[in-house]
């Protein structure tokens, strides 16, 4: 009776595994924050993406580790870049043809200094440039394109980068490649754990004068509005489960595909309190994906994406 009359279901095909790819070959190694989750090398991110389509998980998304970084994050958009070259070996593997390719477009990974973008110094004062980071960002993008992306997911929060990307995309071949923007993205702690994974903590300063304040819902309707009127082909959000509401809100406002992006710290803090034996890790994990599709989001990029195909 319960199975006739629910209303929202899971199903891997809306599931979205992010892997975080570095140098070397045969490399698995662990993020102490995050368990279960590995910095792998090109050759493991095949594997993991070729286990991910064997369970019909509907995509992955690549962030890199670069082997060397600088103060414009060339390693974002170099043609032979970490997450260039995964994109290569991804694509001559059939399984492939399974699931979707997404490229995290962002600098943050690749910068000496860990920001989403080009910074200036004056003493303890920093600024991010906007309008200088665009033109880095379009061509991050255009590299995965022509790498193999079948979706870019510019998560910088550079004002006006979409409409950049997209204006790159279709200049160079790609009008067809999906831009998927992290539309409504709020500064938020629930990221730290990811910093240690991808190795991209700020080095100094913090993300607030480009992330959104946890405390605005009207402003990131206005982001999303932004997005979309530059060009937008889905959105997403993110946290996710700390910021239902925003999600329920945009679903009810816009009728774009749109996902929510499960962060780390969330990942981690279930993690935390099954290795307690205080929460019940198989009912846990799916009820707090379930309530992400209930609250509006059509799919979702989580770290449990795995442990969830296999039970569903
Ligand atoms: C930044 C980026 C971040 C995440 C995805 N892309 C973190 C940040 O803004 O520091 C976080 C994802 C997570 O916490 O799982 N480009």
Redesign the pocket.
């Known amino acids: 009776m319960r199975s006739l009359v629910r209303e929202t279901h899971l199903h891997p095909g809306a599931l979205i595994y ?1 892997l975080f790819v570095c140098e070397g070959e045969g490399v698995r190694k662990p993020v102490s924050s995050m368990p279960g989750v590995f910095n792998v090398s090109v050759d493991e991110a095949v594997k993991e993406m070729e286990e991910c389509a064997s369970l019909g998980i509907g995509g992955v998304l690549l ?1 890199g580790l670069p082997e060397s970084k600088d103060e414009v994050g060339t390693g974002a958009y170099a043609d032979d870049g970490i997450v260039q070259r995964a994109l290569r070996a991804m694509k001559a593997s059939p399984a492939s043809k399974k699931l979707v390719l997404i490229g ?1 477009v ?4 690749y910068t000496s200094h860990g920001h ?1 973008g080009i910074v200036t110094r004056q003493g303890d004062d920093f600024g991010v440039e906007n309008d200088p980071t665009l033109e880095l960002l379009a061509k991050t993008a255009v590299s995965q394109a022509l790498a193999g992306a079948d979706i870019v997911a510019p ?3 550079m004002d006006g980068r979409v409409a950049a990307i997209r204006a790159a995309l279709d200049k160079h071949g790609f009008s067809g490649t999906p831009v998927m923007s ?1 539309a409504a ?1 709020f ?2 702690a ?6 240690e ?2 190795d ?3 080095q100094f300063g913090d ?1 607030r004068t480009y ?1 959104m304040d946890g405390a605005n819902l009207r402003e990131a309707m206005r982001e999303i509005e932004q997005d979309i009127s530059e060009g937008a082909d889905m959105l997403l959000m ?2 996710a489960m700390p910021y239902l509401d925003v999600i329920r809100e945009a679903r009810n406002r816009f009728d774009l595909p749109m996902g929510a ?7 981690s803090m279930m993690h935390a309190a099954f290795e307690r034996g205080w929460l019940e890790p198989e009912r846990t994990m799916l009820e707090s994906l379930l309530c992400l599709r209930r609250g509006g989001a059509d799919f979702i990029v989580t ?1 449990f994406a795995k442990d969830a195909a296999k039970l569903l």
């Open positions: 992010p962030f995290d962002c600098l943050c990974e989403c998560s910088d929060m992290y993205k500064a938020s629930f990221y730290g754990p990811f910093r994974a991808a991209s903590a700020p993300r992330q993110k946290p992006y499960q962060v780390s710290g969330e990942y770290y």
